[in-house]
């Protein structure tokens, strides 16, 4: 099993930085990669960034590009997601996820509760 626990989120007003963290506890194998989705009411739970735990390889929605970035602290067991330039649209809950094979999330990976980031 996995634990993930996110915090960070909060109000900001557009062209701010928020600074998400995870907190990751339980089984390291099932934490190959680490992933940042969102999900605002009415749309589809969508992947904003991806890191692989051994490598640090990176990849982002091309909505985020050049704007966010996360990052890994191994031995801290956290994942970040620095947000640069917030948009109105960026608004949404946003959640950890922890991925055991490849970087899309399938039904046996863990999920956190999520942090709500509103853009206003």
């Known amino acids: 099993h996995v634990q993930l626990v996110e915090s960070g989120g909060g109000s900001v007003q557009a062209g701010g930085s928020l600074r998400l963290s995870c907190a990751a506890s339980?089984?390291?194998?099932?934490?190959?990669?680490m992933g940042w989705f969102r999900q605002s009411p009415g749309k589809e739970r969508e992947k904003v960034a991806s890191?692989?735990?051994?490598?640090?390889?990176?990849d982002y929605a091309g909505s985020v590009k050049g704007r966010f970035a996360i990052s890994s602290d191994n031995p801290k067991n956290m994942v970040f997601l620095q947000m640069y330039s917030l948009k109105s649209e960026d608004t949404a809950l946003y959640y950890c996820?922890?991925?055991?094979?490849?970087?899309?999330?399938?039904?046996?990976?863990?999920w956190g509760q999520g942090t709500q980031v509103t853009v206003s």
């Open positions: 339980g089984d390291t194998y099932r934490r190959n990669c």
């Open positions: 890191i692989y735990t051994d490598s640090s390889s990176t």
């Open positions: 996820v922890a991925v055991a094979r490849g970087d899309v999330p399938g039904n046996d990976d863990y």
